[in-house]
Protein backbone atom coordinates (compact mmCIF):
# COMPACT_ATOMS: atom_id res chain seq x y z
CA UNK A 1 0.00 0.00 0.00
CA UNK A 2 2.91 2.15 0.82
CA UNK A 3 4.32 1.38 -2.14
CA UNK A 4 1.70 1.85 -4.49
CA UNK A 5 0.68 6.09 -2.54
CA UNK A 6 4.64 6.48 -3.06
CA UNK A 7 4.44 5.65 -6.99
CA UNK A 8 1.17 7.76 -7.43
CA UNK A 9 2.71 10.91 -5.57
CA UNK A 10 6.22 10.77 -7.58
CA UNK A 11 4.24 9.85 -10.86
CA UNK A 12 2.37 12.78 -9.89
CA UNK A 13 4.98 15.43 -9.11
CA UNK A 14 7.50 14.24 -11.95
CA UNK A 15 4.36 14.93 -14.49
CA UNK A 16 3.87 18.42 -12.80
CA UNK A 17 7.36 19.11 -12.96
CA UNK A 18 7.41 17.82 -17.07
CA UNK A 19 4.77 20.53 -17.75
CA UNK A 20 6.71 23.31 -15.85
CA UNK A 21 9.93 22.51 -17.19
CA UNK A 22 8.29 22.24 -20.50
CA UNK A 23 6.32 26.06 -20.05
CA UNK A 24 9.76 27.23 -19.32
CA UNK A 25 11.55 25.59 -22.01
CA UNK A 26 8.92 26.97 -24.26
CA UNK A 27 9.50 30.52 -23.16
CA UNK A 28 5.95 31.18 -22.50
CA UNK A 29 4.25 30.41 -25.54
CA UNK A 30 1.13 28.01 -25.04
CA UNK A 31 1.84 24.40 -26.52
CA UNK A 32 -1.12 24.69 -28.30
CA UNK A 33 -0.04 27.45 -30.30
CA UNK A 34 3.86 26.35 -30.76
CA UNK A 35 5.38 24.60 -33.77
CA UNK A 36 6.03 20.49 -33.98
CA UNK A 37 9.61 20.87 -34.09
CA UNK A 38 9.53 23.52 -30.72
CA UNK A 39 7.10 21.34 -29.03
CA UNK A 40 9.51 18.48 -29.57
CA UNK A 41 12.27 20.48 -28.34
CA UNK A 42 10.71 21.94 -25.67
CA UNK A 43 9.30 18.28 -24.25
CA UNK A 44 12.72 16.59 -24.97
CA UNK A 45 14.51 19.01 -22.71
CA UNK A 46 12.18 19.39 -19.93
CA UNK A 47 12.11 14.87 -20.16
CA UNK A 48 15.81 15.44 -19.12
CA UNK A 49 15.59 16.39 -15.57
CA UNK A 50 12.40 14.98 -15.08
CA UNK A 51 13.73 11.60 -15.85
CA UNK A 52 17.00 12.57 -13.91
CA UNK A 53 14.66 13.26 -10.65
CA UNK A 54 12.59 10.13 -11.46
CA UNK A 55 15.93 7.58 -10.98
CA UNK A 56 17.08 9.30 -8.53
CA UNK A 57 13.58 9.20 -6.14
CA UNK A 58 13.87 5.12 -7.35
CA UNK A 59 17.62 4.75 -6.30
CA UNK A 60 17.56 6.87 -3.23
CA UNK A 61 13.63 7.28 -2.09
CA UNK A 62 14.46 9.26 0.93
CA UNK A 63 15.73 12.05 -1.54
CA UNK A 64 11.65 12.56 -2.69
CA UNK A 65 10.40 11.09 0.10
CA UNK A 66 11.54 13.37 2.95
CA UNK A 67 10.77 16.75 0.82
CA UNK A 68 7.47 15.44 0.37
CA UNK A 69 7.14 13.93 4.31
CA UNK A 70 7.78 17.76 5.41
CA UNK A 71 5.34 19.37 2.94
CA UNK A 72 2.59 17.06 4.34
CA UNK A 73 3.82 17.67 8.17
CA UNK A 74 3.68 21.77 7.77
CA UNK A 75 0.08 21.41 5.71
CA UNK A 76 -1.22 19.17 8.50
CA UNK A 77 -0.03 21.72 10.95
CA UNK A 78 -1.01 25.07 9.01
CA UNK A 79 -4.23 23.34 8.78
CA UNK A 80 -4.99 22.38 12.35
CA UNK A 81 -3.85 25.77 13.24
CA UNK A 82 -5.73 27.65 10.81
CA UNK A 83 -8.92 25.78 11.68
CA UNK A 84 -8.56 26.30 15.86
CA UNK A 85 -8.43 29.73 14.83
CA UNK A 86 -11.43 29.90 12.72
CA UNK A 87 -13.21 27.54 15.34
CA UNK A 88 -12.11 30.66 17.94
CA UNK A 89 -13.71 33.27 15.89
CA UNK A 90 -17.17 31.80 15.93
CA UNK A 91 -17.46 30.50 19.25
CA UNK A 92 -15.70 33.72 21.08
CA UNK A 93 -17.88 36.89 20.97
CA UNK A 94 -16.36 40.04 20.59
CA UNK A 95 -18.27 43.26 21.78
CA UNK A 96 -17.74 45.87 18.15
CA UNK A 97 -18.17 49.76 19.05
CA UNK A 98 -20.00 52.29 17.43
CA UNK A 99 -20.80 56.14 18.29
CA UNK A 100 -22.81 57.88 16.34
CA UNK A 101 -23.79 61.52 16.17
CA UNK A 102 -26.99 63.40 14.57
CA UNK A 103 -28.23 67.29 14.04
CA UNK A 104 -31.91 65.95 15.30
CA UNK A 105 -32.49 66.81 19.31
CA UNK A 106 -32.34 63.50 20.73
CA UNK A 107 -31.98 62.43 23.73
CA UNK A 108 -28.61 59.72 24.67
CA UNK A 109 -29.11 56.34 23.32
CA UNK A 110 -27.05 53.11 24.08
CA UNK A 111 -28.10 50.36 21.71
CA UNK A 112 -27.30 46.67 22.12
CA UNK A 113 -27.49 44.88 18.62
CA UNK A 114 -27.42 40.87 18.32
CA UNK A 115 -27.96 39.02 15.13
CA UNK A 116 -27.69 35.69 13.88
CA UNK A 117 -27.54 33.55 16.72
CA UNK A 118 -28.59 30.27 14.88
CA UNK A 119 -28.72 28.73 17.91
CA UNK A 120 -27.35 25.15 17.77
CA UNK A 121 -24.49 26.10 15.51
CA UNK A 122 -21.62 27.41 17.98
CA UNK A 123 -24.04 27.24 21.39
CA UNK A 124 -26.98 25.57 22.87
CA UNK A 125 -29.50 28.06 24.88
CA UNK A 126 -27.86 27.60 27.76
CA UNK A 127 -24.87 29.16 25.89
CA UNK A 128 -26.87 32.27 24.53
CA UNK A 129 -28.02 33.05 27.85
CA UNK A 130 -23.92 33.70 28.98
CA UNK A 131 -23.63 35.95 26.20
CA UNK A 132 -26.74 37.89 26.97
CA UNK A 133 -25.63 38.51 30.49
CA UNK A 134 -22.39 39.51 28.73
CA UNK A 135 -24.23 42.41 26.91
CA UNK A 136 -26.27 43.11 29.93
CA UNK A 137 -23.03 43.98 31.54
CA UNK A 138 -22.89 47.28 28.85
CA UNK A 139 -25.87 48.10 30.23
CA UNK A 140 -27.83 49.17 27.01
CA UNK A 141 -31.04 51.22 26.95
CA UNK A 142 -32.52 48.74 24.35
CA UNK A 143 -31.98 45.36 23.05
CA UNK A 144 -32.02 44.52 19.50
CA UNK A 145 -32.41 41.52 17.78
CA UNK A 146 -31.98 41.74 13.68
CA UNK A 147 -32.98 38.11 12.77
CA UNK A 148 -32.15 34.69 12.15
CA UNK A 149 -32.48 34.18 16.10
CA UNK A 150 -33.04 30.66 15.77
CA UNK A 151 -32.25 27.93 12.61
CA UNK A 152 -34.30 25.16 10.98
CA UNK A 153 -32.35 23.00 13.35
CA UNK A 154 -32.78 24.51 16.40
CA UNK A 155 -34.30 22.49 19.55
CA UNK A 156 -37.53 23.67 21.00
CA UNK A 157 -36.21 23.39 24.65
CA UNK A 158 -32.78 25.75 23.89
CA UNK A 159 -35.45 28.25 21.45
CA UNK A 160 -37.14 28.45 24.80
CA UNK A 161 -34.03 29.06 27.05
CA UNK A 162 -32.93 31.81 24.72
CA UNK A 163 -36.32 33.19 24.92
CA UNK A 164 -36.34 33.57 28.62
CA UNK A 165 -32.78 34.67 28.75
CA UNK A 166 -34.34 37.79 26.93
CA UNK A 167 -37.03 38.76 29.22
CA UNK A 168 -34.38 38.60 31.80
CA UNK A 169 -31.89 41.13 30.48
CA UNK A 170 -32.14 44.30 32.20
CA UNK A 171 -32.64 47.77 29.86
CA UNK A 172 -34.83 50.36 30.16
CA UNK A 173 -37.05 50.04 27.11
CA UNK A 174 -36.69 46.58 26.53
CA UNK A 175 -36.22 43.96 23.76
CA UNK A 176 -37.23 44.62 19.74
CA UNK A 177 -37.01 41.94 17.56
CA UNK A 178 -37.57 41.37 13.84
CA UNK A 179 -37.60 37.93 12.05
CA UNK A 180 -34.76 36.69 9.58
CA UNK A 181 -34.87 34.21 6.24
CA UNK A 182 -34.52 31.18 8.80
CA UNK A 183 -36.15 31.92 12.07
CA UNK A 184 -39.44 31.03 9.12
CA UNK A 185 -37.99 27.33 9.69
CA UNK A 186 -39.75 26.08 6.54
CA UNK A 187 -36.80 23.89 5.01
CA UNK A 188 -36.18 21.68 8.28
CA UNK A 189 -37.84 19.35 9.88
CA UNK A 190 -37.65 21.58 13.67
CA UNK A 191 -39.71 20.14 16.78
CA UNK A 192 -41.38 24.19 16.60
CA UNK A 193 -43.12 26.77 14.30
CA UNK A 194 -42.75 30.65 13.00
CA UNK A 195 -45.52 31.22 15.12
CA UNK A 196 -44.58 29.28 18.26
CA UNK A 197 -41.43 30.97 18.70
CA UNK A 198 -43.13 34.86 18.17
CA UNK A 199 -45.61 33.27 20.76
CA UNK A 200 -42.61 32.43 23.50
CA UNK A 201 -41.06 36.02 22.22
CA UNK A 202 -43.88 38.01 23.54
CA UNK A 203 -44.40 35.97 26.60
CA UNK A 204 -40.85 36.74 27.51
CA UNK A 205 -42.08 40.65 26.77
CA UNK A 206 -39.99 40.80 23.66
CA UNK A 207 -41.44 43.14 21.08
CA UNK A 208 -41.70 41.42 17.78
CA UNK A 209 -41.88 44.08 14.77
CA UNK A 210 -43.15 42.76 11.22
CA UNK A 211 -43.80 45.04 9.21
CA UNK A 212 -44.45 47.57 12.23
CA UNK A 213 -43.45 50.73 14.07
CA UNK A 214 -42.51 51.28 17.91
CA UNK A 215 -42.04 54.40 19.72
CA UNK A 216 -39.22 54.48 22.31
CA UNK A 217 -38.97 57.41 24.37
CA UNK A 218 -39.25 60.69 23.44
CA UNK A 219 -37.42 60.82 20.68
CA UNK A 220 -36.80 57.61 18.72
CA UNK A 221 -38.68 55.36 16.30
CA UNK A 222 -37.69 51.86 15.98
CA UNK A 223 -39.01 50.44 12.45
CA UNK A 224 -38.98 46.50 11.96
CA UNK A 225 -39.16 45.06 8.44
CA UNK A 226 -40.48 41.61 7.38
CA UNK A 227 -37.55 39.67 5.69
CA UNK A 228 -37.00 40.11 2.09
CA UNK A 229 -37.97 36.78 1.54
CA UNK A 230 -41.73 37.15 2.17
CA UNK A 231 -44.00 39.58 1.14
CA UNK A 232 -43.61 42.98 2.98
CA UNK A 233 -44.64 46.62 2.99
CA UNK A 234 -42.10 48.96 1.22
CA UNK A 235 -40.17 50.79 3.52
CA UNK A 236 -41.64 54.55 2.52
CA UNK A 237 -44.75 53.02 3.15
CA UNK A 238 -43.41 52.77 7.41
CA UNK A 239 -42.13 55.66 7.73
CA UNK A 240 -44.62 58.11 6.06
CA UNK A 241 -46.78 58.74 9.08
CA UNK A 242 -43.68 59.36 11.11
CA UNK A 243 -42.62 62.49 12.72
CA UNK A 244 -39.48 62.73 10.81
CA UNK A 245 -37.90 65.55 13.78
CA UNK A 246 -37.80 61.96 15.95
CA UNK A 247 -34.51 59.66 15.34
CA UNK A 248 -35.57 56.75 12.76
CA UNK A 249 -33.77 53.44 13.33
CA UNK A 250 -34.87 50.34 11.02
CA UNK A 251 -34.38 47.15 11.47
CA UNK A 252 -33.98 45.09 7.98
CA UNK A 253 -32.12 41.68 8.24
CA UNK A 254 -31.18 41.86 5.29
CA UNK A 255 -28.75 44.45 3.68
CA UNK A 256 -30.31 45.10 0.48
CA UNK A 257 -32.50 47.88 0.57
CA UNK A 258 -30.07 51.12 0.92
CA UNK A 259 -31.41 53.36 -1.89
CA UNK A 260 -35.56 53.27 -0.90
CA UNK A 261 -34.45 53.24 3.04
CA UNK A 262 -32.10 56.27 2.21
CA UNK A 263 -35.07 58.23 0.80
CA UNK A 264 -37.57 56.83 3.23
CA UNK A 265 -35.34 59.24 5.85
CA UNK A 266 -34.18 56.39 7.97
CA UNK A 267 -31.42 57.60 10.48
CA UNK A 268 -30.15 54.16 10.94
CA UNK A 269 -30.68 50.86 9.32
CA UNK A 270 -29.41 47.58 10.95
CA UNK A 271 -28.89 44.40 9.31
CA UNK A 272 -26.75 41.02 9.90
CA UNK A 273 -27.53 38.06 7.20
CA UNK A 274 -24.12 38.16 5.76
CA UNK A 275 -21.91 37.02 8.87
CA UNK A 276 -19.82 39.34 7.96
CA UNK A 277 -18.42 37.02 5.07
CA UNK A 278 -18.11 34.03 7.32
CA UNK A 279 -15.68 32.11 5.12
CA UNK A 280 -12.58 33.36 3.06
CA UNK A 281 -13.20 34.64 0.22
CA UNK A 282 -17.10 34.73 0.43
CA UNK A 283 -17.18 38.20 1.91
CA UNK A 284 -14.85 39.88 -1.21
CA UNK A 285 -16.77 37.52 -4.19
CA UNK A 286 -20.22 39.40 -2.51
CA UNK A 287 -19.24 42.71 -2.31
CA UNK A 288 -17.68 41.92 -5.89
CA UNK A 289 -20.88 40.77 -7.37
CA UNK A 290 -22.94 42.86 -5.55
CA UNK A 291 -24.84 40.58 -3.76
CA UNK A 292 -25.73 42.25 -0.58
CA UNK A 293 -25.69 46.30 -0.43
CA UNK A 294 -22.93 46.47 2.41
CA UNK A 295 -21.24 42.92 3.87
CA UNK A 296 -19.87 44.09 7.30
CA UNK A 297 -19.41 47.34 9.40
CA UNK A 298 -20.68 50.93 8.90
CA UNK A 299 -21.52 52.86 5.48
CA UNK A 300 -23.51 56.10 5.06
CA UNK A 301 -25.64 56.97 1.81
CA UNK A 302 -26.91 60.79 2.22
CA UNK A 303 -28.20 60.95 5.97
CA UNK A 304 -28.74 57.29 6.76
CA UNK A 305 -25.99 55.69 8.69
CA UNK A 306 -26.13 51.51 8.05
CA UNK A 307 -24.57 48.55 9.95
CA UNK A 308 -24.49 44.94 9.28
CA UNK A 309 -23.20 42.90 11.98
CA UNK A 310 -21.37 39.34 11.78
CA UNK A 311 -23.76 38.35 13.78
CA UNK A 312 -23.33 36.38 17.49
CA UNK A 313 -22.45 33.11 15.99
CA UNK A 314 -21.72 31.18 12.36
CA UNK A 315 -24.46 29.16 10.49
CA UNK A 316 -24.04 25.65 9.66
CA UNK A 317 -20.59 25.05 10.92
CA UNK A 318 -18.70 26.56 13.91
CA UNK A 319 -15.90 28.00 11.65
CA UNK A 320 -15.27 31.67 10.94
CA UNK A 321 -12.03 32.91 8.58
CA UNK A 322 -13.06 35.66 6.85
CA UNK A 323 -14.70 37.59 10.44
CA UNK A 324 -15.67 37.44 13.85
CA UNK A 325 -18.64 36.48 16.15
CA UNK A 326 -19.71 40.05 17.52
CA UNK A 327 -22.30 41.78 18.97
CA UNK A 328 -22.53 45.80 18.85
CA UNK A 329 -22.97 48.35 20.86
CA UNK A 330 -24.21 51.77 19.37
CA UNK A 331 -24.25 54.89 21.13
CA UNK A 332 -25.92 57.67 19.72
CA UNK A 333 -25.59 61.25 20.57
CA UNK A 334 -26.70 65.05 19.00
CA UNK A 335 -23.93 66.70 17.53
CA UNK A 336 -22.54 69.74 19.42
Known amino acids: MMFILFAVILLGSLAYLFLRFRAL ?7 KEASSEKKKKAC ?5 PVLI ?11 FIVPVCHLVVLAIVVTVIYMSVAYYLAVHMYKTEYKLTTEKDVAPLRIA ?3 DSHV ?11 RIKKIEEQHPDVLLISGDFVDEKTKKEDMVV ?12 GVYYVMG ?3 VGDKGDRDFTFDDLISELEKNNVHVLLDEVAEIGEDYYIVGRKDKSVVRKPIGELTAPLDKSKYIITLDHQPNDYTAE ?18 IPIRPLGELFGVNDSTYGKKTKGGTTFIVSSGIASWAVPYKTGTISEYCIIDIEKHL
Open 53 to 63: LGVISVIRPYI
Open 44 to 48: ILAAI
Open 162 to 173: CCEALGEIKTTY
Open 113 to 115: LIS
Open 120 to 130: GACFDGKGFAE
Open 181 to 183: NHD
Open 25 to 31: FLKGVPA
Open 262 to 279: KEAECDLVLSGHTHGGQM
